[in-house]
Each structure stands twice: as structure tokens, then as C-alpha cells.
């Protein structure tokens, strides 16, 4: 008779338990599957799959935005070309792997571009909501060790020099698309 109360730690796989398939640890290993047969393909990573795509489609369009009334257009090459910098970038300034970098700003190729370049460089990408206010910017940096914060323009920027000092992980700030506006507020360029 089954009471519900039965002792089921004999059926634990203990080989599984010892080789977890995820982890929260920015430096953890993880048991990957695949490979083994043509139903269980070999996994492939992000970055992977890009340099395939770029060696397929380099002079197709991978991205495109509208500023000024006028479209601009990365090819798939163009696309990787700028991943790449940034990436040497990240590691340029001070990235080290497995630490985060935090990107706030709208959709935008140069979001994208961030994001897969924060990668290709051993880091972990940590997005951060536009409409977020700097208590859930500091908390998201913080927990994300963000080494590197990437703003999309002055508004971002603002909100993230209110913080910095609070940010253990920091090294540096990065604003990515130009301002046609004011410079920034006079105490905020003060404090940095």
C-alpha cells in the first residue's frame, strides 16, 4: 500500500546528480548531451552558428535601422566584422571571463552587436530594461558582476553615473549611439 511517504532517493541517478545539465554559476560546468547519433546532433554554440551564417549569406542583409529618415544596412559580414570589435574591445578594456557587461538601451543593431560581442569575448551579457530606474540598474550590475556598462545614449548614462559607485565589478562605462542633444548635466559630469 503506497502512503506517499516512501523514501524515493534509490531512484536518483547519481552519475546525473554529480554532472548537472545547468547551473547559475558564471563559471560552472554543465554536462552537455549530443553527439552520440544523427537524432541526438552535437550541440553548437551561438558564435557557431554565426561565423556558419556569415561564411553563407556575408553580403546579405543581417541588420537593419532607420535614423535620420534614411536605412542603414549591415551585411552578415559587416555584422560579425563589428561583433568582433567589439568583443577585442571588452577584452581591451579590462573584461575578464566570466564576468558580466550590462547593455541598456532600446532594440537596435547596436544592441545586438553588444550582446553577441560580450560573448565572443568570454563574458556574460546582462540586459537592462530602458524603463528600469537606477535602483534596478544597480541591483542587475551588481548581481551580474558587470565589469563594462554599455548605455545607448545620454538618458542611459545619466542613470548609470548615479550608481557607479556603487557597483563593485565596474571598470568602465561605454555610450554607443552619438547625442544631438545638450551635453551632459553639469553634476554629472562632475561626480564622473
Known amino acids: ?36 547519433s544523427e537524432d541526438d546532433p552535437t550541440p553548437v554554440t551561438i558564435l557557431d552558428t ?8 556575408g553580403d546579405r542583409p543581417a541588420l537593419k535601422v532607420k535614423r535620420g529618415g534614411e536605412w542603414k544596412t549591415w551585411s552578415y559580414t559587416q555584422y560579425h566584422a563589428d561583433v568582433q570589435r567589439v568583443a577585442k574591445s571588452c577584452i581591451a578594456i579590462g573584461l575578464e571571463p566570466h564576468y558580466g557587461v550590462s547593455i541598456i538601451g532600446f532594440n537596435s ?20 530594461y530602458i524603463t528600469n530606474n537606477k535602483e534596478a540598474c544597480q541591483h542587475i550590475a551588481t548581481n551580474s558582476r558587470s565589469q563594462i556598462i554599455v548605455c545607448e545614449n545620454k538618458t542611459q548614462l545619466n542613470k548609470i553615473l548615479q550608481i557607479k559607485d556603487s557597483l563593485p565589478h565596474l571598470k568602465k562605462i561605454v555610450k554607443y549611439l552619438p547625442e544631438t542633444e545638450e551635453p551632459l548635466d553639469t553634476k554629472m559630469r562632475e561626480r564622473g
Open 109 to 128: 543593431p547596436e544592441w545586438v552587436m553588444t550582446f553577441m560581442g560580450v560573448i565572443m569575448a568570454g563574458g556574460i551579457p546582462a540586459g537592462i
Open 50 to 57: 554565426l561565423n556558419d551564417i556569415v561564411s553563407q549569406y
Open 1 to 36: 500500500m503506497a502512503t506517499g511517504a516512501e523514501d524515493t532517493s534509490e531512484a536518483v541517478d547519481t552519475k546525473e546528480a554529480t554532472s548537472p545539465q545547468w547551473t547559475v554559476k558564471p563559471d560552472g560546468e554543465i554536462k552537455i548531451k549530443g553527439g552520440s
